[in-house]
């Protein structure tokens, strides 16, 4: 009795830095942002409170929230959507036994491993309207291509063009899972005369299915918190055409000392990701899930 | 090829040109999009030691007339490199250190030792996942604040000895689960404490988990923006990421020809990418290791 006891005291001291962490890096701030997204706030003078106001304030009479709220979520529907796609494509045909797969799953993943500053930097001048190499390839066929980033009718389809360079972060699960297929299945499939179509359809495909809701999801949650990108590359601009969600809100407490106002923001952020989430988990069923090969993985 | 196809029977032979030829076609598209994805970091090293005449002379030249290497010397000149670089180098050293003893600590309590709230409270670490880093923000910086940390390296590195990073956790533990549990009984009736198993059992059977973590880690750190830009105000505590933006910001103000600039920056992005790449291709076994542990078992 005493040496269960002896272990769980010596459980909770392994636990201590992150209960320590959980209070008062994540409780506290919680209580707090709570609080504050129901007061006026400046930092300066204590929070006044206001009750729904700011709430009231984001979806009444905020036009620029509304338009932030717009661009993350046509940002997230067509970046998300086609970074899968096209990942699971490419890992699909690096599963056909081509060769030299080491040399093209290095290529297909070196984007995804670098990111941030750097990379915005390196993307103003790709897509730089005059010097850029992407004007000056299509200059080549003959095409005056648009000025991309400084355009607002094409800013924020630009950005979504950049963000396909990391299809092979996916890719690299998207390929491991297909590896992880038992062989036996597709020999079953070709003893019922499956060919490559069905042995795709009815192996590949429904094997790596919670792969794909995997990076479905996380590339989903990932897209709502853009920040770097909008920030370094357009600053949200021309026209506030890039004004991504998180960049709204980092204005609102960084640059205008609104700090009720952007606690507010972030619940609001909490709330629709928490909202896609269940909605993804909700329309799960075409996910397979084969409990035996849940148990075998580690 | 060819020698080979010409000793087998005729369907033998049709179906292998069908086979040619979709291969041809596979490697095509592999091409194809493995081009599009290196363009632009050939791009980057292209203009990086170009001259200014040429950056943006049209139509393109991929070779430049030229090496100028002196664009490294002239860039390091006038970018503080070796004091950002230390910047970064110390904070993400400081948060990999902090963050594998207090996220390893946890997982070993969670995976390996009975008390009573083992469940409960990993159910809690689990549902911290969700919630984004946005919505503890302010009231974190506010603390931090109060505390007097502004512009010191403190609020990056701090949170993170106390075991913040739910998914570290979680990974981890998933891989402590699975050395075999007589290993911890052996040691146990050997007389060693949990600490003596989970230090010189757990810790050495655990490296590649262990590396992940610490690669993970580092590119998060390595590239973070939002928290650098928030907490670190002095130029002499800027990280490499928010040098390169002041240096972009300074380069335009500064009445620099852009040709220059564009060189320059690129050289800049490029080392700050640099150790990102190298060590990817130094770990490139734990990288892809890692993504699959996370991606394919998580």
Avoid at chain 1, 55 to 69: E, R
Avoid at chain 1, 84 to 112: C, D, E, H
Avoid at chain 1, 227 to 252: D, E, H, K, S, W
Wanted: glycine share 6%; hydrophobic share 55%; net charge positive.
């Amino acid at each position: 009795m005493s040496m269960r006891l002896r272990e769980e005291l010596e459980a909770y001291l392994f636990l201590l830095p992150w209960i320590l962490g959980f209070l008062i890096f994540l409780v506290g701030p919680l209580a707090a942002s709570l609080y504050f997204s129901l007061a006026d706030y400046n930092i300066l003078q204590p929070p006044k409170l206001v009750g729904l106001a700011n709430y009231q304030t984001m979806f009444a009479d905020d036009p620029l929230f509304l338009k932030s709220l717009r661009i993350t979520a046509i940002y997230t529907f067509a970046s998300v959507p086609l970074i899968v796609t096209l990942g699971y494509l490419v890992a699909l045909l690096l599963n056909q036994k081509v060769r030299g797969l080491a040399v093209w799953r290095t290529i297909f993943y070196l984007p995804a491993v670098v990111s941030g500053v750097a990379v915005a930097v390196m993307w103003v001048w790709v897509f730089d309207p005059d010097g850029g190499i992407v004007n000056n390839l299509l200059r080549l066929v003959g095409i005056e291509g648009p000025a991309w980033f400084t355009d607002p009718d094409w800013a924020l389809t630009t950005l979504i063009l950049t963000s396909l360079w990391g299809i092979g972060g996916g890719m690299v699960v998207y390929l491991a899972g297909m590896q992880g297929v038992p062989t036996h299945l597709y020999e079953a499939c070709e003893l019922d005369g499956g060919g490559t179509w069905n042995r795709f359809r009815h192996v590949t495909l429904p094997m790596t299915t919670p792969v794909i809701f995997f990076n479905l999801l996380i590339g989903i949650i990932g897209s709502w918190q853009v920040f770097t990108n909008a920030f370094v590359i357009t600053n949200g601009g021309p026209a506030n055409a890039t004004l991504f969600y998180v960049l709204f809100l980092y204005r609102q407490g960084w640059k205008y000392h609104k700090m009720g106002y952007a606690s507010a923001l972030a619940w609001v952020l909490f709330f629709i990701i928490l909202i896609f989430t269940i909605v993804v988990f909700k329309t799960s069923g075409w996910v397979y899930y084969e409990s035996d090969q849940a148990d075998q993985s580690k | 090829m060819s020698t080979q196809l010409q000793s087998l029977p005729a369907w033998r032979q049709r179906r292998s040109v069908h086979m040619v030829m979709t291969h041809t076609l596979y490697y095509l598209i592999l091409a194809t999009v493995g081009t599009m994805l290196m363009v632009p970091f050939l791009w980057m090293v292209v203009s990086s030691v170009k001259a200014e005449h040429e950056i943006f002379s049209i139509p393109t030249t991929w070779i430049p007339e030229r090496i100028r290497w002196e664009n490294y010397t002239h860039a390091l000149e006038s970018f503080p490199f070796f004091r950002s670089l230390l910047n970064t180098l110390f904070i993400t050293v400081s948060v990999i250190v902090g963050r594998l003893l207090s996220t390893s600590l946890a997982a070993y309590a969670f995976a390996r030792m009975r008390f009573r709230l083992r469940t409960p409270l990993f159910v809690l670490v689990l549902s911290t996942l969700m919630i984004p880093y946005h919505v503890t923000l302010i009231p974190t910086y506010i603390l931090f604040t109060r505390l007097g940390w502004i512009d010191t390296f403190l609020p990056l590195i701090v949170p993170n000895w106390l075991g913040l990073g739910a998914f570290y956790i979680f990974l981890l533990r998933q891989f402590f689960m699975t050395v075999p549990s007589e290993m911890n009984d052996a040691a146990r009736i050997d007389g060693c404490s949990h600490f003596g198993i989970f230090a010189r059992v757990i810790l050495p059977l655990s490296i590649p988990a262990l590396a992940t973590v610490t690669i993970f880690t580092f590119l998060e750190q390595w590239n973070d923006f939002l928290a650098p830009i928030i907490y670190l105000n002095s130029p002499d505590k800027h990280t490499l990421a928010i040098a390169i933006q002041f240096y972009r910001q300074s380069a335009s103000g500064a009445g620099w020809g852009p040709v220059r600039t564009w060189a320059h920056l690129m050289v800049v992005s490029l080392l700050t990418m640099a150790p990102c790449l190298l060590l990817f291709f130094f770990a490139q076994r734990y990288f892809i290791q890692g993504v699959v542990i996370s991606g394919v078992k998580g």
